[in-house]
């Protein structure tokens, strides 16, 4: 079945720097990628939609140039977290569709849990 | 845009009993419909899903209808295990590019 890596599963960072996760389709092409934000015992925040060359699609209230998203292959998407501070700490989620057609599932990464000091 | 609404957790309840959580959906035309599972600490898995109305998706003893008479995606299981404790999410699906909003999540702890 379709398979999405994520990495890390963990980081921890100093308040101020940035931090990069990977989202990687590992057996299938993802045109189109997924973040998602998880607070502790709460539903998952969709950041925004990542498209295979072209500029990421940001939710209402979701800041581009702290959070940076590139697609730069059909298999590729990564996060930045830019200047982070404690309040960025969270689990963060990434998935992508295993096909073309609107019946398909989204297949998830493991999630990156990041603590920022 | 689609939404969807979810029986409010948490659920406890013993191990062998039945389950029900509910879940209600206002989408545009006739979406696919997802159940997805997060055990503690991972990302979420997808658990079982129906395409179309009156298909029934099923996985690990787990069951859901889609019911477009009520718009409704409840997910059944007649024998829970302590394995089973976890957060279960249900969403509606989309046009291949569209987002998928998932509900607030019901978690569901099994006592021994």
């Known amino acids: 079945g379709a398979v999405v890596s994520q990495h890390p599963s963990w980081v921890i960072c100093k308040s101020g720097t940035s931090v990069k996760i990977e989202c990687r389709s590992l057996?299938?092409?993802?045109?189109?990628m997924f973040w998602y934000r998880q607070f502790p015992k709460q539903s998952l925040m969709l950041m925004a939609t990542?498209?295979?060359?072209?500029?990421?699609?940001?939710e209402q209230g979701v800041e581009k140039d702290k959070f940076l998203i590139n697609h730069a292959s059909l298999t590729l998407s990564t996060l930045t977290v830019t200047s982070a501070h404690p309040e960025d700490s969270s689990f963060y989620i990434c998935?992508?569709?295993?096909?073309?057609?609107?019946?398909?599932?989204?297949?998830f990464g493991n999630g990156t849990r990041l603590t920022v000091t | 845009g689609n939404s969807v609404t979810q029986m409010e957790g948490p659920v406890t309840l013993s191990e062998e009993a039945f389950l029900t959580i509910n879940c209600t959906y206002t989408?545009?035309?006739?979406?696919?419909l997802f159940w997805y599972v997060q055990y503690p600490g991972e990302g979420l898995q997808l658990l079982l899903k129906?395409?179309?109305?009156?298909d029934k998706g099923s996985n690990k003893g787990f069951e859901a209808t889609y019911r477009k008479e009520t718009t409704s995606f409840h997910l059944e299981k007649g024998s829970v295990q302590v394995s089973d404790s976890a957060v279960y999410f249900c969403?509606?699906?989309?046009?291949?590019?569209?987002?998928?909003?998932f509900g607030s999540g019901t978690r569901l702890s099994i006592r021994p």
């Open positions: 998935s992508a569709r295993g096909g073309r057609a609107h019946n398909s599932p989204l297949h």
């Open positions: 057996d299938f092409q993802a045109t189109t």
């Open positions: 990542s498209n295979e060359g072209s500029k990421a699609t940001y």
């Open positions: 989408a545009t035309g006739y979406p696919s």
């Open positions: 129906a395409t179309k109305a009156d």
């Open positions: 969403a509606p699906g989309g046009s291949s590019a569209s987002k998928i909003i």
